[in-house]
């Protein structure tokens, strides 16, 4: 079974920069996997941050960016806003299927 | 601008069946692809399904293959979830989402809950 896998939590300060990672069990993630990552907000439907491994949607705050870091994929945060706090998913392609990461918990504190 | 409307949820028993609806507005319906992905309450999502902005390919989860299928009506904006053989581990929020090739949940409904419980 095809595993996904991003880190439980992270904590950043204001101002601060994090990077969450997204890891999958079939070995490194390149940008055939296409990589899409959103942010969802308790009580929300997710937001779309990114597409095919580091595409902004035109709703996607300077402060987001992605990349292929390390055979994982990554989105860092620049500047953390306290907005920010959220939780974030990757989303990755199988050729006929996605597969999504469980998900990073981001606590600004 | 682009809405996307989901329908048809309730509580049903397990091995039961539900048809879920999403009604798409704003944007040309038949020139996207369409995903439903899921939510279990409290936990993570889970990518059901998709089908091509045609209707022609259709792609399934392997926890829901062969009791779900994806279907589309273009002439009427629609995209519709039949599920069948349902579990109660089935319980989630089932959202409808727009693709455009590997851009994928660039706009997402609101959700429609489904509980399979006795």
């Known amino acids: 079974q095809t595993v996904v896998t991003q880190e439980p939590s992270l904590t950043v300060s204001p101002g601060g920069t994090v990077t969450l990672t997204c890891a999958a069990s079939t070995g490194a993630v390149t940008s055939g996997y296409y990589p899409n990552w959103f942010q969802q907000k308790p009580g929300q439907a997710p937001r779309a941050l990114i597409y095919?491994?580091?595409n902004k949607h035109s709703w996607t705050p300077a402060r987001f960016s992605a990349s292929l870091l390390g055979g994982k994929a990554a989105l860092t945060l620049s500047g953390v806003q306290p907005e920010d706090e959220a939780e974030y998913y990757c989303l990755l392609f199988y050729g006929d299927s996605w597969v999504f990461g469980g998900g990073t918990k981001l606590t600004v504190l | 601008q682009e809405q996307l409307v989901e329908s048809g949820g309730g509580v049903v028993q397990p091995g039961g069946s539900l048809r879920l609806s999403c009604a798409a507005s704003g944007f040309t319906f038949s020139s996207y692809g369409m995903h439903w992905v899921r939510q279990a309450p409290g936990k993570g999502l889970e990518w059901v399904a998709g089908i091509r902005y045609d209707g022609h390919n259709k792609y399934y989860a392997d926890s829901v293959k062969g009791r779900f299928t994806i279907s589309r009506d273009n002439s009427k904006n629609m995209l519709y979830l039949q599920t069948s053989s349902l579990r109660v581990e089935d319980t989630a929020v089932f959202y409808c989402v727009r693709a455009s090739g590997f851009n994928v949940g660039d706009y997402w409904g609101q959700g429609t809950l489904v509980t399979v419980s006795s």
């Open positions: 095919s491994t580091s």
